[in-house]
């Protein structure tokens, strides 16, 4: 059998060229080391730049007391008109009609939905509770009752209802 030492010719094989790697690895690290500066020169500019890019978004708290202060209200606004939700909101998506949502304008389809619904107060509790892809309220916690009963008046006046 002659070739009963592969084994022991191939760790020695595989020893060699790691051997191989290893030292050029090392002289590499070495000549590095040479051609580089012994300083570093810094640029201060360029190191505030640098802290203002990688500071923390934001801070974590923890202290029960410092989160009642964090957790304020917030500021009271003016409720707004349907045509303005229906602007900020509801024509992101009843505009062009994603995802089977009922196009603005499109009488048939708001139709079906109002008898489907049991009428106006069905639809505003369905976009109350949200309907399929449509998010409670939107998307908007913010939005009151009354804001999107609103909207959705609007949006049936727009289909001629």
């Not at 810094?42 to 202290?63: F, Q, S």
């Not at 009428?119 to 976009?127: H, K, N, P, Q």
Request: charged share 20%.
């Amino acid at each position: 059998m002659e070739h009963k030492d592969h084994d022991k010719v191939f760790f020695a094989n595989f020893g060699i060229v790691m051997a191989g790697l290893f030292g050029i690895f090392f002289i590499c690290i070495v000549a590095a080391g040479f051609v580089s500066p012994d300083e570093l020169h810094e640029d201060p500019a360029a190191t505030a730049r640098l802290a203002e890019r990688i500071k923390p978004v934001g801070t974590v708290v923890t202290d029960p007391a410092a989160l009642v202060k964090v957790a304020a209200k917030p500021a009271a606004r003016e409720p707004m008109s349907g045509e303005q939700v229906n602007n900020k909101l509801c024509a992101g998506c009843h505009a062009a009609g994603v995802l089977g949502a009922p196009k603005t304008g499109d009488k048939a389809a708001w139709s079906a939905r109002l008898t489907a619904a049991g009428g106006i107060d069905g639809l505003v509790t369905s976009a109350l509770q949200g309907k399929n892809a449509m998010p409670p309220k939107g998307g908007d916690p913010s939005l009151s009752d009354d804001e999107i009963h609103a909207a959705v008046e609007y949006l049936l006046k727009q289909g001629g209802l």
